[in-house]
């Protein structure tokens, strides 16, 4: 927890001293008022126990209240009372300002860590965890901040102030302050003892929902088309229900504190009357004194009750916003694996880029079991390769091993004779770019789209390589619909269909003009002959690129300079098309099993 106070600006590290200076203020204001109550009260005895002894006929001197001592007393405590105000609405604009400028911090460094992950750090936590962590997570810190700190502070304040200045009176009202106290504390203890393994699970169990939820909506289509609510429904009832038993568990828990706090303090304020009705029966002679002593301890004591009320409260949030912040410092402590290297990158000749690969492992889960193992190939600048191969035969780890979404395990990859991890990160993305095997649309509009992360000023430019992106790829549909480039693009392009989307996306990776352009079965949904006329329009266009292709089809990849043919995550074979259909039994196979004999 205290490990988040680093992400706090120097200006709300001022506000923070502003807060406590506020609450001291606050507090003093408060305890002085019982002072000025006391008096009034010992006026006012004195009056009655005169007149009293008066009409007993006793001689006796007049004593009567000045109207001055009423006024003054009477306006030092609504003045108090008016400071305290201030005080408090001081406190709470500050404790507004820190929660959400540390909220506001939290969320950009969450943001930013996530973003420098490697696919292995995202699959570590989970998406929806991610998701929580940034929202919900950083929510339960910003109302303990807003609310909880200001307390945090008022409640011992006001507790060891009022505390000491009991101590000063009767010492059977200080025994059973003490107790009510004690009461107090017994009854918190065995809440946190009962609650704080069911305050740990509440956010486990919001990742849960979140995961459902997600699962729920972006598998809609999948889900109706086998007709399975019913079963999906039953999956999120059953994290729901979960969450219920576990929520409800905690209110229960919760529920005892409110009776048992109006217990306490009704049952303190009646033994401090009780214990007063004794004195003044002891010894008669000091009633006014004893009445405006009772009167100044009673007020004490309720402070000193709501102040450890108070802390019982914030015992109860605080384990749930402990673990919040532990999981926050979860992501913001996980060790970055892709890190920048030294290499600065001062060519800016987009003419293309080799790739080697030399002796190339990985293994996903860091183990013996590598996915791919032993790759070693050339992919020559300028020249277009094909990659081909089983499910399952290490194609797009070969795309994520090049771009370094994850870090070889053994050997190493060179483009352009320089180790991907002596790369900058940025230098190394300015040089790839990859239309992915899903073709992700996001919301905005297609001009946002397909020039995604361009920062160009140059408006013609720009222009420029939009149409020539739109022609190669053969977006015709934007071109020939109304709104053109500012057609809206719904979350995750679901007012398109899947050929559309790989076309944009195909246009999106053109539009980046890097030196390497990466394919990633971004052809599948695209006809026979719209695959042709797009593959020929990337030759044409983009001829000096190194193009990488990773595809299915024998009929897209089959005029590549080069083609390799995985298998288990090993190579079988590279080669051209001729040459592999006379030397490779499995990419023979696989021809055979698209085209006819005659064709091939």
């Excluded at 709470?92 to 969320?107: I, K």
């Excluded at 080799?354 to 300028?382: A, C, H, M, Q, R």
């Excluded at 695959?531 to 020929?536: I, P, Y």
Aim: neutral net charge; aromatic residues 8%; glycine residues 6%.
């Amino acid at each position: 927890m205290l490990k988040l106070f680093k992400y706090l600006s120097k200006k709300d590290l001022i506000f923070m001293l502003c807060i406590v200076a506020f609450v001291v203020a606050q507090v003093a204001l408060e305890l002085t008022m019982p002072d000025f109550t006391q008096k009034l009260t010992t006026l006012v005895s004195d009056v009655i126990q005169n007149n009293k002894l008066r009409s007993a006929g006793l001689t006796l001197e007049i004593v009567e209240v000045s109207m001055n001592d009423v006024w003054f007393n009477g306006g030092m405590m609504i003045l108090c009372a008016f400071g305290a105000m201030l005080s408090s609405f001081a406190c709470g604009f500050f404790s507004s300002r820190v929660a959400s400028s540390l909220s506001r911090n939290l969320r950009n460094q969450l943001f930013l860590k996530v973003n420098g992950f490697s696919q292995a750090e995202i699959n570590k936590f989970s998406t929806p965890s991610l998701i929580t962590r940034t929202t919900n997570d950083v929510v339960q810190i910003q109302n303990f901040f807003a609310m909880g700190l200001q307390l945090l502070l008022r409640a011992p304040i006001m507790a060891i102030w009022a505390v000491v200045k009991i101590t000063f009176t009767n010492v059977r009202w200080t025994v059973a302050a003490v107790i009510a106290v004690g009461v107090i504390l017994v009854f918190a203890t065995v809440i946190m003892i009962f609650g704080i393994s069911r305050f740990r699970k509440i956010q486990k169990l919001t990742d849960d929902l979140n995961d459902k939820t997600r699962e729920n909506i972006s598998g809609v289509r999948v889900i109706r088309a086998f007709n399975a609510e019913e079963y999906q429904t039953k999956k999120f009832e059953d994290v729901n229900t979960k969450t219920y038993k576990n929520n409800t568990q905690v209110a229960v828990l919760t529920s005892f504190m409110n009776p048992v706090m109006t217990l306490v303090m009704n049952g303190l304020t009646l033994a401090i009357y009780w214990i007063g009705a004794y004195l003044i029966k002891e010894t008669p002679e000091n009633t006014s004194l004893l009445l405006g002593e009772m009167t100044a301890f009673a007020s004490y004591a309720m402070q000193i009750v709501m102040s450890f009320m108070v802390l019982v409260f914030l015992f109860i949030i605080l384990p749930r916003t402990v673990v919040s912040a532990n999981r926050i410092n979860e992501v913001l402590d996980q060790e970055i694996t892709i890190k920048d290297g030294n290499y600065i990158d001062n060519n800016s000749n987009n003419n293309g880029s080799s790739i080697v690969f030399n002796n190339v492992s990985f293994s996903y889960t860091n183990d013996d079991k590598y996915n791919v193992s032993d790759l070693s190939f050339e992919i020559e600048k300028g020249k277009t390769t094909a990659i081909i191969g089983p499910t399952g035969s290490g194609k797009t780890t070969i795309v994520n091993l090049l771009s370094r979404m994850y870090d070889v395990t053994k050997g190493e990859i060179l483009i352009d004779g320089i180790n991907v991890k002596d790369y900058k990160i940025n230098d190394l993305e300015s040089k790839i770019a990859i239309a992915s095997q899903k073709a992700m649309m996001l919301k905005g509009t297609v001009l946002d789209n397909i020039t995604y992360g361009d920062s160009d000023s140059n408006i013609e430019l720009r222009n420029k390589k939009i149409d020539k992106a739109l022609k190669v790829s053969q977006s015709n549909f934007i071109i020939e619909d109304q709104k053109g480039l500012e057609k809206e693009v719904a979350q995750g392009g679901t007012n398109f269909s899947g050929g559309q989307k790989q076309r944009l996306s195909i246009a999106r990776t053109l539009y980046k003009n890097s030196n390497i352009l990466v394919f990633d079965d971004t052809f599948s949904a695209l006809d026979f002959k719209t695959d042709m006329l797009v593959r020929k329009g990337i030759n044409d266009e983009y001829k000096d690129k190194t193009i990488i292709i990773i595809a299915q089809r024998i009929g897209t990849i089959k005029n590549a300079d080069k083609i390799i043919v995985l298998n288990d995550g090993k190579i079988d074979s590279i080669g051209t098309h001729e040459e592999l259909i006379n030397k490779s039994e499995l990419y023979k196979d696989i021809a055979l099993s698209q085209l006819e004999k005659e064709e091939l």
